[in-house]
């Protein structure tokens, strides 16, 4: 080698050295990002009573609850006891929860947590097909729910309204809008539901167009404490702080909500100079109504048309609260989707039960869903008993709240975590997914398993594969959304054929046994699976 070679070699050894060290001794000074280890992501923003709870988990180290017993009967009868479910006071909640046996609750040692998907003979990796939960799924606790469903599908003259609860996995009326239309094509309805003044995702979102002009205030139940003025259903309530504030809504793309469907506007208190001014399609011809009602509540129809656009101008309105707007006619199915991206499910607790009631007399919810977990992921739990027990105190709220609809829980979907470059089930997953199950049997409510009805185990990385997750392998993608909202519908709609066709072998045995003049005997009624 020649000296000039030589000396060039040494140089650039000498520059790598330096720059080693240099990069040694400077790592701790640097941005953390450069050195994501995995893709499990967890500066997600979490809502204060989550951080609460957080905070509250280092004091108790996990205090485990005591569980015994099984799983309360649900007893011989076809139909619950609706007597037992009927409103009850805040004081009549026990202070120590339910017992439920811990053998009929997802176990972890159930699955094989190194489990690989093998391809075909063409290299192909297919999503397995979905796992039966074999434990607890309180199916019996839907049975009223069933039966609104049932006399729609027999009259298709009333209405059935679901509550949707979730958090950014249903952002932007995802899953929710696939999940309401697979309804409405079965049941009838018409309409995107009840929609908010301002969301996160208010432009992106495809099943509605909404935005505002001018300056809005917004409250909301994310932050724990209560404002003076109750939260609307969808845990909001938006003031107009000038007199150019206006929101306008455009009906987007998705199958039964082409159109505003005979819009209504929630409102609080009012005063006496605040006007609404409302204006239809291209109309240079405006409505106006004034906001002067002096109840805490209020609501008012806006028109009677179904409309492709409108536009609500709000005049001196700057002490009005104002929750939103329902879009839906008055027969079939209408589903609100309530998302705020990092709830953990516990502001829910913040909404005042005496409003909701307002709310629920003129809505009339039959179910209530909630869709939660992705949040609570992010923080790292050897058990989640603590979060278990404060959702049963928040499950025991709602049920207040809205005393005549039935709860179903959704179980939490996979999450993959990469680990020395493969991505597998997220150790926490399973742990999370009995817990939800477990207050989902302590307050009666019926439980479904989004991780089930994905394929169970390592099946994320497949979904993500398919184009159908994120690469967060926490968040179905919008095709994935669309796949998993058919899912939740077709297995809500498996459970429900089986509701009907005991309900309709039950109305054809007591029909035949009236017109023969024969007492029937209680225990021959077809009954509903019990599980």
Do not use: C
């Amino acid at each position: 080698m020649l000296f000039k070679d030589q000396k060039q070699f040494f140089s650039a050894i000498f520059i790598l050295a330096v720059g080693g060290l240099l990069f040694y001794f400077t790592k701790p000074y640097l941005p953390q990002k450069i050195f994501v280890e995995d893709t499990n992501f967890t500066d997600i923003a979490v809502d204060s009573l989550m951080l609460q709870a957080m905070g509250d988990l280092e004091i108790t180290k996990d205090a485990v609850l005591t569980v015994e017993d099984s799983v309360p009967s649900i007893g011989a009868g076809f139909i619950p006891d609706i007597a037992a479910r009927a409103p009850f006071a805040q004081d009549s909640i026990p202070k120590l929860e339910k017992k439920v046996s811990y053998t009929n609750l997802i176990q972890t040692t159930d699955f094989n947590y190194n489990l690989e998907y093998l391809a075909d003979s063409l290299g192909v990796i297919v999503i397995p097909p979905a796992i039966p939960l074999t434990s607890y799924t309180g199916t019996v606790h839907l049975a009223r729910f069933f039966e609104k469903l049932y006399k729609l599908e027999q009259s298709k003259e009333s209405k059935v309204r679901i509550a949707y609860y979730g958090d950014s996995m249903i952002d932007g009326d995802l899953i929710v809008q696939d999940f309401r239309s697979a309804l409405q094509d079965r049941f009838g309805g018409q309409g995107v539901g009840f929609v908010s003044i301002q969301s996160e995702s208010s432009r992106s979102r495809y099943s509605v167009k909404h935005y505002t002009n001018g300056n809005w205030k917004q409250h909301n139940y994310m932050k724990g404490s209560t404002d003076s003025i109750p939260y609307g259903v969808n845990g909001a309530f938006f003031f107009p702080t000038d007199s150019a504030a206006t929101v306008t809504y455009i009906a987007s793309g998705i199958e039964h909500s082409y159109r505003l469907n005979t819009p209504r506007l929630f409102y609080g208190l009012g005063n006496k100079k605040a006007l609404l001014q409302v204006t239809e399609e291209k109309d240079s011809v405006s409505k106006y109504i004034p906001l002067n009602a002096l109840q805490s509540f209020n609501s008012v129809p806006l028109t009677n048309r179904d409309l492709k656009k409108i536009q609500l101008d709000f005049s001196r309105a700057q002490n009005t609260p104002i929750y939103g707007i329902d879009f839906s006619n008055t027969t079939g199915i209408a589903v609100d989707g309530f998302s705020n991206r990092g709830n953990s499910g516990l502001p829910l607790s913040v909404l005042d039960v005496s409003q909701m009631k307002k709310f629920d007399k003129v809505l009339g919810y039959d179910l209530i869903i909630l869709q939660f977990g992705a949040n609570v992921l992010t923080r790292k739990s050897k058990n989640y008993n603590w979060y278990s027990s404060r959702m049963t105190k928040v499950v025991h709220h709602l049920q207040l709240a809205f005393p005549n609809a039935d709860i179903l829980i959704l179980g939490t979907a996979d999450k993959g975590t990469k680990r020395v470059g493969v991505v597998r089930t997220d150790s926490s997953v399973v742990k999370l997914l009995r817990a939800q199950q477990q207050y989902a049997a302590k307050t009666e409510s019926g439980f479904m398993s989004l991780f089930h009805i994905m394929g169970g185990i390592n099946t994320m990385p497949i979904w993500n594969h398919k184009k159908l997750a994120n690469d967060d392998f926490t968040h179905f993608s919008s095709k994935g959304s669309r796949k998993i909202g058919r899912m939740i519908y077709g297995k809500l709609i498996e459970e429900y054929t089986a509701f009907a066709k005991a309900r309709t072998q039950q109305i054809a045995l007591l029909n035949e046994t009236n017109q023969l003049g024969i007492k029937i005997v209680q225990d021959s009624i077809p009954k509903l699976p019990n599980q």
